[in-house]
């Protein structure tokens, strides 16, 4: 993959959740800033971090439960140890740091 076509896939995954988030009406806030994207659960001000990383193509997600890398396949991320989709490994961690039973994303396929 190149880097252009990594940094389009990374960007589109970030405003994904950006937009799910919204979309959710979960007590989560999240800013962006140069690849990072931060969420605040509220209700335990707990973070989760997604971040791009260029040099290894892969997109990295940082919960209390650890550090998970995700690779790009067959046009889903997935976790390199867990195998969930990028959409599953966000629900599961947020609703792990206090987000409650509801979704962040709706569909997961993990």
């Known amino acids: 993959m190149t880097e252009i076509g990594f940094t389009q896939l990374a960007d ?7 937009d799910a988030i919204e979309g959710s009406g979960l007590d989560i806030d999240y800013e962006s800033t140069g690849g990072v994207l931060t969420l605040t659960i509220e209700a335990e001000n707990s973070k989760v971090i997604v971040s791009r990383q260029r ?3 892969q997109v990295w997600l940082a919960a209390r439960s650890g550090g998970f890398y995700l ?21 599961r961690v947020c609703r792990e740091q206090g987000a409650g039973e509801q979704e962040v994303f709706e569909r997961s396929n993990g």
Do not use: I, K, P
């Open 12 to 18: 589109e995954l970030m405003l994904s959740v950006e």
């Open 55 to 57: 040099a290894m193509s």
């Open 71 to 91: 690779d790009h396949h067959d046009q889903n991320w997935r976790c390199t140890t867990t195998g969930e989709t990028f959409e599953a490994l966000l629900n």
